[in-house]
């Protein structure tokens, strides 16, 4: 089964702080996608990635949040200045054939 | 894109056949149905896919009436190991388009 990492896998930080969470998608996959899950709620789409370019964002992928491809493998969601809000576990996911594999998630808690 | 509606919860014991149906009234002629299953602290993970009529794996079944408004996922033989959130989604696989979570049926399996 094709293999999605994220890393850290839980990450702690102060309020007003920038966050980096890392991916590194199934290999050679131009597409990938970010979700986000608040504790209790549901899987939350915020931003899909195509070929170096963002080609879709949902309503809570505001300014404060970029997505990059520093290299060729890895992919990157920042935070510019977390608040308590964001404290979610963060899901990175790529297509394969008809399903979306997912990461394990990176947890974030803001304090 | 198709809303799709099911039991926010459902209970059963070990060994039984567990069946969780979902509503998608206004499922879209291109339109796949798909299962994802998530459990705790994890990423959602692909259970099974179907179209129309009746789809098998070594998982699950997927059972899709004529109208395709609705479909159930039927789990034989729950384990404990079984107990998670159960997702329903409607759309176009591969499509580039980012999945659509509800709130999924949380399934408790217990001895």
């Known amino acids: 089964e094709p293999e999605v990492t994220q890393t850290p896998s839980h990450q702690v930080t102060q309020m007003g702080q920038e966050v980096i969470l890392r991916c590194v998608p199934i290999?050679?996959?131009?597409?990938f996608y970010w979700y986000r899950q608040i504790l209790g709620q549901k899987v939350e789409f915020l931003v899909s990635?195509?070929?170096?370019?963002?080609?879709?964002k949902s309503e809570i992928f505001d300014d404060q949040f970029s997505v990059e491809r520093p290299d060729g493998s890895n992919f990157t969601l920042k935070i510019r200045s977390t608040k308590l809000e964001d404290s979610a576990m963060y899901f990175c996911?790529?297509?394969?054939?008809?399903?979306?594999?997912f990461g394990p998630g990176t947890r974030l808690t803001v304090l | 894109l198709a809303k799709t509606t099911q039991p926010i919860s459902m209970d059963s014991y070990e060994g039984q056949e567990v069946n969780i149906t979902c509503s998608h009234n206004?499922?879209?002629?291109?339109?796949?149905i798909t299962w994802y299953q998530q459990f705790p602290s994890q990423g959602p993970r692909f259970i099974i896919q179907?179209?129309?009529t009746k789809v098998t794996n070594e998982v699950a079944s997927l059972f899709i009436p004529a109208d395709r408004k609705s479909s159930t996922l039927s789990l034989p033989r729950v384990s404990l190991s079984d107990t998670a959130v159960y997702y329903c989604?409607?759309?176009?696989?591969?499509?580039?388009?980012?999945?659509?979570f509800g709130k999924g049926t949380s399934l408790l399996v217990t001895p």
């Open positions: 179907g179209y129309k």
């Open positions: 990635f195509y070929n170096n370019e963002i080609s879709e």
């Open positions: 290999s050679n996959h131009l597409y």
């Open positions: 206004n499922i879209a002629t291109n339109d796949y």
């Open positions: 989604l409607v759309g176009v696989p591969n499509s580039g388009y980012a999945l659509n």
């Open positions: 996911a790529t297509p394969e054939n008809n399903e979306q594999f």
